[in-house]
């Protein structure tokens, strides 16, 4: 990494453990910032391995901090599903700073989201019947915690996107190198 680049990599990865670290305040179920941040890494990041390295880090370091206090925290298919919207993420590396673009963006995570986790909740719990009508009933239980994901998920990424752009564009230092 060159050394004009570290600020801006320190930046992104401080906006993302800051990020993170509001997992553990107290929040409305659901409304949380895990879909922007692996967004946020996957746009921003210019290192693949930085993209996945930094967001899931931050993720772990929370879900230590969840497990302890809490006894929660390290569910694999959430981690799954980080992965996949950190490439998500990569398609709005040259759109990153369109409103709408990172809104769809946003939306997408959120279902993404909401149907893998539930899924997962359907097939590894006793809850519901392993049957289409069991999968079907998993789906509308988990509808009222879809719309705080998708607030969370448009708030967080517009405060993550939006806060750093301004940084972009208020302080030099953060600006990415001109290609030569």
């Known amino acids: 990494m060159k050394t004009s680049e570290k600020p801006r990599f320190w930046l992104m990865a401080s906006l993302v453990l800051g ?8 929040h409305p179920p659901n409304f949380t910032p895990i879909a922007a941040i692996a967004l946020f890494g996957g746009a921003h990041f210019e290192r693949k391995r930085w993209a996945f390295a930094v967001p899931l880090a931050a993720m772990a370091l929370s879900d230590v901090v969840l497990r302890v206090l809490f006894g929660w925290g390290f569910d694999p298919v959430v981690y799954a599903t980080f992965a996949v919207i950190v490439c998500l993420g990569f398609l709005l ?3 990153k700073t369109a409103p709408l673009p ?3 963006a946003s ?3 959120a279902m993404i989201f909401y149907l893998t986790t539930n899924f997962a909740v359907w097939a590894a719990s ?5 049957t289409l009508a069991g999968l ?3 789906y509308v239980a988990a509808i009222p915690f879809f719309g705080p994901t998708v607030a969370g998920d448009l708030f967080y990424s517009a ?3 939006g806060g750093f752009a301004w940084a972009e564009h208020r302080f030099p230092i953060f600006r990415a190198a001109e290609a030569g």
């Open 136 to 138: 079907v009933t998993c």
């Open 102 to 104: 990172v809104a769809g």
């Open 107 to 109: 939306l997408a995570a």
């Open 126 to 130: 006793g809850m519901y019947a392993k």
């Open 159 to 161: 405060v993550l996107f």
């Open 93 to 95: 590396r040259n759109r």
């Open 19 to 26: 990020a993170a670290a509001l997992r553990l305040l107290p």
